[in-house]
């Protein structure tokens, strides 16, 4: 029996809403990168992006456990001697939440050309409003995400 590899022509992308309101970043990132994987499908191949597109909506709302806010830390470097910046994740989320979920995400996505088109499925809001009415997105649920 031989092994099924759909093709790019073969592939059917759907479009999903995450409302990410009191859901934990973590188990948000993990449900949210599996869908953007692909592995969900029963298509999924691991060298293909057979993934579909999911839209997070209120990652302002976005809960860390644990007191994370104030352990974790977040690091950008710009090349030069010194360059080195530091962040917590809780001013981060304060500032500029869609970078945290974005960032929380693509630490589990593959790191090579796939993860990187497989990221641009990928559109994160700090609001409850997105400009992708058009592609009708579904809701999607993860219960098991959400903080107790």
Same mark, same amino acid.
């Given at each position: 029996?031989? !092994? *099924?590899?759909?093709?790019?022509?073969?592939?059917?992308?759907?479009?999903?809403?995450?409302?990410?309101?009191?859901?934990?970043?973590?188990?948000?990132?993990?449900?949210?990168?599996?869908?953007?994987?692909? @592995?969900?499908?029963? !298509?999924?191949?691991?060298?293909?992006? !057979?993934g579909?597109?999911?839209?997070?909506?209120?990652? /302002?709302?976005?809960?860390? !456990?644990? $007191? @994370?806010?104030? @352990?974790?830390? %977040?690091?950008?470097? /710009?090349? *030069?001697? #010194?360059?080195?910046?530091?962040q917590? *994740?809780?001013?981060?989320?304060?500032?500029?939440p869609?970078?945290?979920?974005?960032r929380?995400?693509? #630490?589990?996505?593959?790191? $090579?050309?796939?993860?990187?088109?497989?990221?641009?499925?990928?559109?994160?809001?700090?609001?409850? %409003?997105?400009?992708? %009415?058009?592609?009708?997105?579904?809701?999607?649920?993860?219960?098991?995400? @959400?903080?107790?």
């Amino acid at each position: 029996m031989r !092994t *099924y590899t759909p093709k790019a022509s073969e592939i059917q992308r759907s479009w999903f809403v995450v409302d990410a309101e009191g859901m934990v970043l973590g188990r948000l990132a993990t449900e949210v990168a599996r869908m953007l994987r692909g @592995k969900h499908k029963p !298509t999924y191949t691991p060298h293909i992006d !057979t993934g579909d597109h999911v839209i997070v909506i209120n990652a /302002s709302k976005v809960v860390l !456990t644990s $007191n @994370k806010g104030d @352990k974790l830390f %977040v690091h950008r470097h /710009s090349g *030069y001697p #010194g360059g080195l910046r530091t962040q917590s *994740y809780g001013q981060l989320i304060a500032t500029k939440p869609e970078e945290a979920v974005r960032r929380a995400i693509r #630490g589990m996505l593959p790191k $090579n050309r796939l993860g990187r088109q497989q990221l641009k499925k990928l559109k994160v809001y700090a609001g409850p %409003v997105h400009p992708h %009415v058009a592609q009708d997105p579904q809701p999607l649920e993860f219960t098991h995400a @959400k903080a107790r």
